[in-house]
Nanobody
Framework: QVQLVESGGGLVQPGGSLRLSCAAS????????MGWYRQAPGKQRELVAA??????IKYADSVKGRFTISRDKANTVSMEMNSLEPEDTAVYYC?????????????WGQGTQVTVSS
């Protein structure tokens, strides 16, 4: 089992910044990948950014150049979100997956709301 605890999120004006963090604990093996999905009302959940334990990173096209994902050796993943737009409004979910080949998420965080509005 893997437990994920998220922090961050909230309300921000367009153009503003927020930082999300996710700490993983439990049965974490050395090869894994973590990241963030988001789900807006009426839309499917989509991948935002992901990073493997070896440092490979990928981003959704819609956030490239604005969001930055990172992780530390303690299995905490953070995502700095800059130049936020109303379209970024969604519930953001941290995920954990075994392996480093962008495997499907096996565990999810509880979700944190990000609202971008003036």
């Amino acid at each position: 089992q893997v437990q994920l605890v998220e922090s961050g999120g909230g309300l921000v004006q367009p153009g503003g910044s927020l930082r999300l963090s996710c700490a993983a604990s439990g049965s974490i093996f050395s090869n894994n990948n973590m990241g963030w999905y988001r789900q807006a009302p009426g839309k499917q959940r989509e991948l935002v950014a992901a990073i493997t334990s070896r440092g490979r990173i990928k981003y959704a096209d819609s956030v490239k150049g604005r969001f930055t994902i990172s992780r530390d050796k303690a299995n905490t993943v953070s995502m700095e979100m800059n130049s936020l737009e109303p379209e970024d409004t969604a519930v953001y979910y941290c995920y954990f997956a075994y392996g480093t080949s962008w495997s499907a998420p096996g565990y999810w965080g509880q979700g944190t709301q990000v609202t971008v509005s003036s």
